[in-house]
């Protein structure tokens, strides 16, 4: 399965779940594409999705510079929505890629 095809998934289930929360019936399911490849950036994925206190959703990921390998240079952005999914605002870098060769496979866990 490809990036696309899995950040479509979470955009999907993300959706699913901010449509069933005191809803009586699922929205129309719906796909986007939150970020996609580039010649600058060929492989973005590896990424974890998780809904923040005021509502909004909030998607960090992986992204390569110029490589797909997981040896390639990476760095960890982020990009959130208020409208469940839909939407996405700009991208932003949350972890640069300190180590100079890869940062990705981002897992997200709220604290109390």
């Known amino acids: 399965m490809d990036i696309t095809t899995t950040l479509s998934i979470a955009a999907v289930c993300a959706a699913l779940a901010v449509g069933a ?15 996609p490849s580039t010649d600058e950036h060929p492989r973005n994925g590896e990424g974890d999705l998780i809904r923040l206190k005021n509502g909004d959703l909030f ?18 952005w982020c990009k959130t929505s208020s409208d469940g999914g839909k939407t996405w605002g700009s ?7 300190e180590g100079k ?12």
Do not use: C, M
């Open 21 to 35: 929360v005191g809803a009586a019936t699922l929205p129309e399911p719906f796909s986007v594409i939150i970020a």
């Open 59 to 76: 998607v960090a990921y992986g992204r390569w510079n110029r490589g797909t390998s997981d040896f390639s240079p990476a760095e960890i």
């Open 101 to 112: 060769l890869t940062t990705f496979s981002v897992s997200l866990l709220r604290l109390k």
């Open 91 to 97: 991208e932003r870098q949350l972890v640069a890629n």
